[in-house]
């Protein structure tokens, strides 16, 4: 992890041509540092089991500063999400940790150091305690880097050093070696980065693929269910049937569903964009040519006829003529 310093002012499946971008959503940031807090924490801070009590729930109180962080009007290329994370040291003394997610890869009006520093300011004046603070950045830009900013006129200088993340910087072996759940976390963001212009299957491939990654890990439900819903929107796929046939392809493999967890979000979300009224019109037509096409997909990868059997309702028949 590399540590910068800084301070401021308030101020079609066959087509692989260009795709329009998949939307990434702050949301889902703000939803697994919630979800699995705990694997974030260790992630970032290799000695966290001796620095902080996990017997004792994390506390995110980001919200009450929304206020002093609206979001820029030039929302649709530069999103930030700030996590504001209370933690418990062994000692029994609170600390403060503040996450900033740089959800894109331009620069917004605000220089970043700046806001850096200026929610480390508001966060001081108001809790008086010691704070960590760590940048995560998502974006594609390789210039992009947060620059140290440095106060300094007539003798006085004033600096202040964070740290900073870049998933771009990250390599997929070592996280693939990484038992820690949210090594998977980040390998889906680097897959957002690097496999922008993939076909459906080819993003349906990726994320089955990332599924293994969690199976691997052997996660209690909720995790697993909570990486899970971050990989299935992360990246979305052109076609809004197609999540349809990868769901159902998880439960053929798992034997159950994978839970939503945020739902009332998503629900909201797929209603603005019109994906509702287009699921429940996939659900209604063609399950059985549905079911054919999943056979076929879990026979190239090599799955068992007798499980794909169990999985889709066809008969073993049918599958061996695939």
């Known amino acids: 992890m590399e540590l910068t310093t800084s301070i401021p002012k308030p101020k079609q499946q066959k087509r692989k041509a260009r795709r329009?971008?998949?939307?990434?959503?702050?949301?889902?940031?703000?939803?697994?540092?919630?979800?699995?807090?705990?694997?974030?924490?260790?992630?970032?801070?290799?000695?966290?089991?001796?620095?902080?009590?996990?017997?004792?729930?994390?506390?995110?109180?980001?919200?009450?500063?929304?206020?002093?962080?609206?979001?820029?009007?030039?929302?649709a290329t530069v999103r930030y999400v700030d996590k504001l994370i209370k933690v418990y040291?062994?000692?029994?003394?609170?600390?403060?940790?503040?996450?900033?997610?740089?959800?894109?890869?331009?620069?917004?009006?605000?220089?970043?150091?700046?806001?850096?520093?200026?929610?480390?300011?508001?966060?001081?004046?108001?809790?008086?305690?010691?704070?960590?603070?760590?940048?995560?950045?998502?974006?594609?830009?390789?210039?992009?880097?947060?620059?140290?900013?440095?106060?300094?006129?007539?003798?006085t200088k004033l600096t202040y050093e964070y740290n900073v993340y870049s998933i771009l910087d990250q390599q997929e072996a070592a996280l693939q070696a990484n038992p820690n759940p949210f090594a998977v976390v980040v390998?889906?963001?680097?897959?957002?980065?690097?496999?922008?212009?993939?076909?459906?299957?080819?993003?349906?491939a990726?994320?089955?693929?990332?599924?293994?990654?969690?199976?691997?890990?052997?996660?209690d439900p909720v995790k697993h269910k909570g990486i899970m819903n971050f990989i299935k929107y992360y990246m979305n796929f052109e076609n809004p049937k197609m999540m349809i046939t990868f769901d159902r392809e998880l439960q053929a493999l798992t034997g159950r569903t994978i839970p939503m967890g945020t739902e009332e979000y998503l629900l909201d979300r797929f209603k603005k964009e019109g994906i509702a009224e287009g699921i429940q019109k996939g659900e209604a037509i063609g399950r059985h040519e549905e079911a054919v096409e999943i056979a076929r997909n879990f026979k190239n990868m090599g799955v068992a006829i007798a499980d794909i059997a169990k999985g889709t309702g066809l008969t073993i028949e049918e599958i061996e003529a695939l």
């Not at 949301?27 to 902080?52: C, G, N, Y």
């Not at 390998?187 to 349906?204: F, G, H, N, P, Y």
Request: aromatic share 14%; net charge positive; with cysteine.
């Open 20 to 75: 329009k971008p998949r939307r990434r959503d702050d949301f889902l940031w703000k939803a697994i540092v919630e979800d699995v807090s705990e694997d974030f924490l260790r992630f970032f801070f290799p000695e966290a089991d001796a620095l902080f009590d996990f017997s004792r729930k994390c506390e995110y109180l980001d919200k009450e500063f929304d206020p002093f962080f609206p979001y820029e009007e030039n929302a």
């Open 206 to 219: 990726i994320k089955h693929e990332l599924n293994r990654e969690l199976v691997k890990r052997k996660l």
């Open 89 to 155: 040291l062994k000692d029994g003394t609170e600390k403060w940790i503040a996450i900033h997610v740089e959800v894109q890869n331009q620069r917004g009006k605000e220089d970043f150091s700046s806001r850096m520093i200026r929610y480390w300011y508001l966060m001081k004046e108001k809790y008086d305690v010691s704070i960590t603070a760590l940048a995560i950045i998502t974006g594609s830009n390789n210039k992009f880097r947060p620059k140290p900013y440095v106060d300094a006129f007539l003798g």
């Open 187 to 204: 390998l889906a963001a680097l897959s957002a980065i690097r496999k922008k212009k993939v076909t459906d299957l080819e993003l349906k």
